[in-house]
């Protein structure tokens, strides 16, 4: 017989303060893998992350952040010369397009400051929710929202948090189930688990913390 909804809830619930436990246990200094100096570096290392690396973007960007550092340097900056700078993130055309018109935007609107709003955020070019809550949980400490990467993605399916495939769903279920004061570091401690234990391929579930109650939904039991 299927569970009644609200006892599904509460096993999601109690699971969700588990997770929180085990992770702070495991990851307590756990934060943002981009390098940046400022709530604008980690915006542009953020846009450059999508289907890239965070090696390769520290790469590009430890190089590219020492010559053009303002919104104002990016909008002057030719758009052929950035797209050879960023070229190695992958999308590189759609990147420096999206960089350019967001740096643009923040000359002319924002007076070349990043709003830490994020309504306003989600309207800059390229800044879809997910950066949007990376860079104001991230640089401002404002938890807007939950990070959903693929790592947090993936795990909290997995942990049994959401059945969802979608990120703004998955980040719905998470909203529910975690306290606002943990939202920022719940992300960060989720895709460090994902990158040292709970791999895509390859999960090691022997090594993880969690083994003894999480569900491993998705997973196909071995042996
Ligand atoms: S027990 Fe396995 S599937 Fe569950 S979180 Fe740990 S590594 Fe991932």
Not at 59 to 83: C, G, I, M
Not at 84 to 91: E, N, P, Y
Not at 139 to 155: I, N, Q, Y
């Amino acid at each position: 017989m299927p569970a009644r909804p609200s006892a599904h809830r509460s096993f999601r619930k109690n699971t969700a303060r588990k997770v929180v436990r085990h992770l702070r246990d495991a990851y307590p200094d756990a934060g943002c893998a981009l390098v940046h100096r400022s709530a604008f570096e980690l915006l542009i290392a953020t846009i450059l992350s999508a289907q890239c690396t965070d090696a390769r973007v520290n790469q590009v960007t430890s190089d590219l952040f020492r010559k053009v550092r303002s919104p104002a340097d990016f909008a002057r900056l030719p758009l052929a010369k950035l797209e050879k700078a960023i070229r190695s993130t992958g999308f590189f055309r759609n990147k420096a397009r999206n960089i350019k018109a967001c740096c643009q935007m923040l000359v002319e609107n924002y007076d070349g400051r990043i709003p830490r709003d994020l309504d306003q955020l989600v309207t800059l070019p390229g800044i879809g929710r997910k950066t949007a809550n990376v860079v104001l949980g991230t640089a401002f400490g404002l938890a807007t929202g939950v990070v959903v990467d693929t790592h947090v993605a993936r795990l909290s399916r997995r942990l049994g948090l959401t059945d969802a495939k979608d990120p703004q769903k998955i980040e719905q279920d998470l909203i529910r189930l975690i306290p606002r004061t943990e939202w920022v570091d719940f992300s960060h401690r989720m895709i460090h688990h994902g990158r040292q234990v709970c791999g895509a391929r390859k999960p090691r579930c022997d090594a993880c913390s969690m083994q003894q109650f999480c569900p491993k939904n998705g997973l196909i039991p071995s042996g």
